[in-house]
């Protein structure tokens, strides 16, 4: 038998929660975020089952837009920090790509080069997330200039990034969408400013294109959980099995530096996943986990290819039963990554985008 670790990836609710996306924000597109090969749930298949109902895609760099190109994906395709060398802009337009312009030295190259046909360009503004961006009062020149130059430049969007989308209190995010507004105004920009937690929570920051990316996969990036947010389900599930067990009586460290004892008489079992596999190391004990569609607790330190599971109130949990680390079990029973991340200091983003090459991914759904 193999090794029983897999990532199964369930196009259908990547799909559903896309949907969800549109719906929060009937009056946008939104462009369906693939940077990070998915989040971890490979960007080839995710655009694939994507294909037909997003009407563009974005990514981070050109090499992931080429992997994309390359698998026949011929939908639009933004790049969220646009080039990273002036060379790059001759691939920029072989490969119709979108541009964000985020910097001076962007926009002096794009503005120097002669493309065979102007580039959809995204200026990017710094509202206040303070990473990248022109200053807002830089702004209204760099339009200026693009709007001059209709050979390299045409579809001029605005963007901007919300640094607290996520949070309860909103007296920051509104400082930013003041910026915002203003600007918008001075200029009849079109905008593309809401990420996951603002498409779900924050209508006010829907405009003509939203930038979904976490929330697709199943994730709930909101502080506080809303009724839209409820409904997301979840793409990627770790399944993999129990492949031993011990019994042993009270008072027995188990794994790596015995940080955890078992408290009364137990019974261990051992789980075909570790953090050679991505499975963060850090999780704590009590760290809960699905076995055989129940709940339990990580037990004792995660080792390199196994971890160890605490199965004393499961007696009919066995060798090969089912264990989901984070997603649906077969019983409908659902472990959220987010509530899998708070265990381990993390966030869903990493644990997602962490399941390493090792871990054979497995697709079902996704047509239409
Ligand atoms: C990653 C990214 C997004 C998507 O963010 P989520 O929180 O995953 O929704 C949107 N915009 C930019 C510029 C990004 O880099």
């Known amino acids: 038998m193999a090794r029983p670790l897999i990532a199964e990836i369930d196009l259908d609710a990547l799909r559903h929660n896309y949907r969800l996306a549109c719906e929060r924000s009937p009056d946008s597109r939104c462009v369906a975020v693939l940077k990070a090969d998915a989040y971890g749930h490979g960007a080839v298949p995710c655009a694939r089952a994507?294909?037909?109902?997003?009407?563009?895609?974005?990514?981070?760099?050109?090499?992931?837009?080429?992997?994309?190109?390359?698998?026949?994906?011929?939908?639009?395709?933004?790049?969220?920090?646009?080039i990273f060398e002036a060379a790059e802009l001759a691939q920029v337009d072989d490969l119709g790509l979108w541009m964000t312009v985020h910097s001076d030295w962007q926009l002096e190259a794009l503005l120097a080069h002669r493309p065979a046909g102007p580039i959809p360009v995204w200026v990017k503004v710094d509202s206040g997330m303070h990473r990248l961006g022109f200053p807002p009062e830089a702004v209204e020149a760099v339009w200026q200039r693009l709007r001059e130059a209709p050979a390299q430049a045409c579809d001029l969007h605005l963007m901007s990034h919300f640094a607290t989308a996520d949070l309860e209190d909103s007296a920051y995010f509104e400082r930013q969408m003041a910026r915002l507004e203003a600007l918008?105004?001075?200029l009849g920009a079109p905008l593309c400013l809401a990420n996951?937690?603002?498409?779900?929570?924050?209508?006010r920051a829907h405009g003509a294109w939203n930038r979904p990316g976490v929330m697709l996969y199943?994730?709930?990036?909101?502080?506080?959980?809303?009724?839209?947010?409820?409904?997301?389900?979840?793409?990627?599930?770790?399944r993999s099995a129990i492949i031993a067990v011990r019994e042993l009586p009270a008072g027995e460290p188990v794994g790596y530096g015995g940080r955890w004892t078992t408290p009364r008489p137990s019974r261990i079992g051992v789980v075909a996943a570790g953090y050679g596999d991505g499975y963060d190391r850090h999780a704590v004990d009590?760290?809960?986990?699905?076995?055989?569609?129940?709940?339990t607790a990580i037990a004792g330190k995660v080792s390199m290819d196994m971890l160890t599971v605490d199965l004393t109130d499961i007696p009919e949990a066995?060798?090969?039963?089912?264990?989901?680390?984070?997603?649906?079990?077969?019983?409908?029973?659902?472990?959220s990554v987010d509530e899998v991340a708070r265990h381990c200091d993390t966030i869903s983003y990493t644990l997602l985008s962490g399941v390493l090459p090792r871990v054979p991914r497995r697709y079902h759904g996704g047509q239409s």
């Open 218 to 238: 199943g994730s709930d990036p909101l502080e506080v959980a809303n009724a839209a947010s409820r409904r997301l389900a979840p793409v990627m599930t770790l």
């Open 196 to 203: 996951s937690p603002a498409t779900l929570a924050r209508p």
């Open 184 to 186: 918008a105004d001075r």
């Open 318 to 335: 066995d060798i090969a039963s089912e264990v989901v680390l984070w997603g649906r079990a077969s019983n409908g029973e659902v472990l």
């Open 286 to 295: 009590g760290t809960p986990v699905l076995v055989a569609g129940r709940r």
């Open 50 to 82: 994507l294909e037909g109902i997003a009407p563009a895609f974005a990514v981070a760099c050109i090499e992931e837009a080429v992997v994309l190109r390359e698998a026949g994906i011929d939908a639009p395709i933004l790049l969220l920090e646009g």
